[in-house]
């Protein structure tokens, strides 16, 4: 079983919709990150979190350390929004990365 | 502009040649990092270096090799390279353990 896991690992909307992506690890973390990749790109740092909730534009990103689950929300999506969207964890020194998550937005 | 710089972008080897993959951040930061990108996986550390003048095996070292030159830069060598080093190659940086990473636009290898 991976440390850490991400769901859905596709997802497909229409322009407009809210959109839930979820990460659940199962290691103790310093941190939590929300990382943007486009294709063919390089790797965008979106959030890092340890507690709580954290909001930049159309994005919030939340936490929640007793249950080990973290959840990245878009809302009014838009077709620039599509991307893979990586959840990673810092332990000790390192970064542990989910799969990601591929979404798409359609117009 | 201020970030993590990687070169090259893209670079096609033969089994057997050996290459450098260049890495340097413009932003004091202490800690650098070197990942590697495959379908269907999540990125995995190969190698990282906490402080300039130290370097540590990641989760995927073998058949590389590193070199922290200074605080600025931190390369990888492929000494022999092998089709399974077939990969998107990140770099990244930041300063402390509770701060965010920086990663470089990344490099597209294959060995053929």
């Known amino acids: 079983k991976n440390e850490v896991e991400q769901s859905p690992q596709n997802l497909t909307a229409q322009e407009g919709e809210f959109i839930t992506i979820n990460c659940s690890y199962s290691?103790?973390?310093?941190?939590l990150h929300w990382l943007q990749q486009h294709p063919g790109g390089g790797i965008v740092s979106l959030f890092m979190?340890?507690?709580g909730k954290k909001k930049h534009g159309r994005l919030i990103a939340t936490i929640n350390i007793q249950e080990k689950h973290s959840s990245l929300h878009i809302t009014a999506s838009h077709p620039r929004d599509s991307a893979v969207y990586i959840c990673?964890?810092?332990?000790?020194?390192?970064?542990?990365f989910g799969t990601g998550t591929r979404l798409q937005v359609f117009p | 502009n201020a970030g993590v710089t990687q070169t090259p972008k893209f670079q096609v080897l033969k089994t057997g040649q050996s290459m450098t993959l260049q890495c340097a951040q413009d932003?004091?930061?202490?800690?650098m990092y070197w990942y590697r990108q495959d379908p269907g996986m999540g990125l995995r550390l190969i190698y990282y270096s906490a402080s300039e003048g130290t370097t540590d095996k990641g989760e995927v070292p073998n058949g590389y090799n590193v070199s922290r030159l200074n605080k600025r830069e931190f390369s990888l060598r492929l000494e022999s390279a092998a089709p399974s080093q077939t990969s998107v190659y990140f770099c990244?940086?930041?300063?402390?353990?509770?701060?965010?990473?920086?990663f470089g636009s990344g490099t597209r290898l294959t060995v053929v």
């Open positions: 990244a940086s930041r300063t402390r353990d509770r701060d965010g990473y920086t």
């Open positions: 990673a964890v810092s332990n000790t020194d390192k970064l542990i």
């Open positions: 290691v103790g973390i310093s941190a």
């Open positions: 932003m004091n930061h202490n800690s």
């Open positions: 979190l340890s507690s």
